[in-house]
């Protein structure tokens, strides 16, 4: 399960870059050669540079790519270094959820609430924002299959020795 939603993650991201990129050429082109940008061009870069970002830190969470000291837990014995990083994962849980779950939805449901749309191309900023949720959820699922995979890998080497 966990592959596959990383797989369709980097093939969102791969194609929300690709869009960009072609936005991005075409503000240029319009700005330089047509003397006058399309206006909705730089938001759209704006909005897909968002969901880039905090979809690609729920990916980068996944594959273990993140920001991370590692110097402490690898000094550690093997079973305080699990009790380590599942304290850290489960931080990482509360955290990613009062702030992304339920944060980002409040702000979801607020611009919803009111109505807010974007200014060039009318788009719903709920729909922007939605990004913060999604990918929050994601990370979570992340954690979690991190937990359960230091415990099993644990009980493993437990069970060799």
Known sequence: MRAILDKSIEWILIFLMAIMTLDVLW???TRYVMGSQASW??????FLLIWIGILGAAYASGKHMHLAIDLFPDSLPPAKR???MVIINLLVIAFVFA????????????????????????????????VMPLSGL?????????????????KQSLSKS
């Open 99 to 130: 702030a992304m779950v339920v944060g980002g939805s409040r702000l979801v449901y607020v611009t919803s609430i009111l109505g807010q749309e974007s200014a060039a191309l009318q788009w719903p900023l709920s729909f922007i924002y939605s």
């Open 27 to 29: 503000g240029v082109f």
């Open 41 to 46: 061009s730089e938001e759209l870069a704006r």
């Open 138 to 154: 994601i990370i979570i699922y992340h954690k979690i299959t991190d937990i359960k995979d230091q415990l099993n890998a644990h």
């Open 82 to 84: 699990v009790r380590l």
